[in-house]
Nanobody
Framework: QVQLVESGGDLAQPGGSLRLSCAAS??????????MGWYRQAPGMERDYVAG???????TYADSVKGRFTISRDNAKNTLYLEMNSLKPEDTAVYYC????????WGKGTLVTVSS
């Protein structure tokens, strides 16, 4: 079993910044070697891919966040991050952390609200 706990969600103004964290624990000794990612789900919408990072550190992003969001990982802390800058109202959503380790694991999510 793998537990993922997201944090850092908050109310932010348009143009502002937030940093999300995802702490991993459980049967995995380290997130090193695992592909991890962030997804988000806006009210009434399906869950969408936001960003991913491979075991080698290669990153990919959805077009809607490219240039504004940065995904990173600290293997020593078993933590995944999402740095979000230049936030827009359309970034409002619950953000979920994901890892595949023999099966899919998801956190419970953290709410990001972008509004003035």
């Amino acid at each position: 079993q793998v537990q993922l706990v997201e944090s850092g969600g908050d109310l932010a103004q348009p143009g502002g910044s937030l940093r999300l964290s995802c702490a991993a624990s459980g049967t995995i000794s380290s997130i090193d070697g695992l592909r991890m990612g962030w997804y988000r789900q806006a009210p009434g919408m399906e869950r969408d891919y936001v960003a991913g990072i491979t075991r080698g550190g290669r990153t990919t992003y959805a077009d809607s966040v490219k240039g504004r969001f940065t995904i990173s990982r600290d293997n020593a802390k078993n933590t995944l991050y999402l740095e979000m800058n230049s936030l827009k109202p359309e970034d409002t959503a619950v953000y979920y952390c994901h890892v595949y380790f023999m099966r899919d694991y998801w956190g419970k999510g953290t709410l990001v609200t972008v509004s003035s």
